[in-house]
């Protein structure tokens, strides 16, 4: 199931770098099921949790505006859009996993998971850029939020 899971983050990272990629071309025909679509058959024999890429691919994109917000401050040196697409992508599909899917996902495993992501398909720095903003997610945002709401 893990290695499953992997490989979803893979093609989830995979389609929404294209998505982004295309947008920012401005592609007026883009849809991310149909890119979704054909990077999930790439994989067919692979992945048998499907339900779980296209979740997380579209959790991600309906959360974008949120997880961008919630990013800025974690990363303050390095504005948005001067983080390198790839590293980005990979910080809001940490990011929303942490913030969205803790009840499925560990925090520790999904830190985990982008951090191997940013080291397969980043620079030479991006896992410990990665790690760096997203254990500070961890610490500001998720274990905060968990302390507040075990006060009342």
């Not at 893990?2 to 983050?9: D, F, I, P, W, Y």
């Not at 692979?46 to 890429?53: E, G, L, R």
């Not at 309906?62 to 974690?74: G, V």
């Not at 390198?84 to 809001?92: F, Q």
């Amino acid at each position: 199931m893990a290695s499953n899971r992997h490989l979803g983050r893979i093609v989830a990272l995979q389609t929404l770098y294209e998505y982004e990629f295309r947008k920012d071309a401005g592609d007026k025909n883009l849809n991310y099921k149909d890119i979704l679509e054909r990077n999930l058959a790439e994989y067919k024999s692979s992945i048998d949790d499907v339900v779980f890429v296209d979740d997380l691919v579209s959790g991600v994109l309906s959360n974008t505006a949120k997880l961008d917000e919630e990013l800025c401050p974690l990363a303050p040196e390095w504005p948005l859009e001067q983080i390198l697409r790839i590293d980005r992508t990979v910080l809001r599909i940490g990011l929303y996993e942490l913030l969205f899917c803790a009840d499925s996902v560990p925090p520790k495993v999904a830190i985990n998971e982008a951090v191997e992501l940013a080291k397969a398909f980043g620079s030479d720095n991006s896992g410990k850029f990665v790690n760096g903003v997203l254990g500070t997610a961890l610490r500001n945002l998720v274990e905060e939020s968990d302390s507040e709401n075990k006060q009342f």
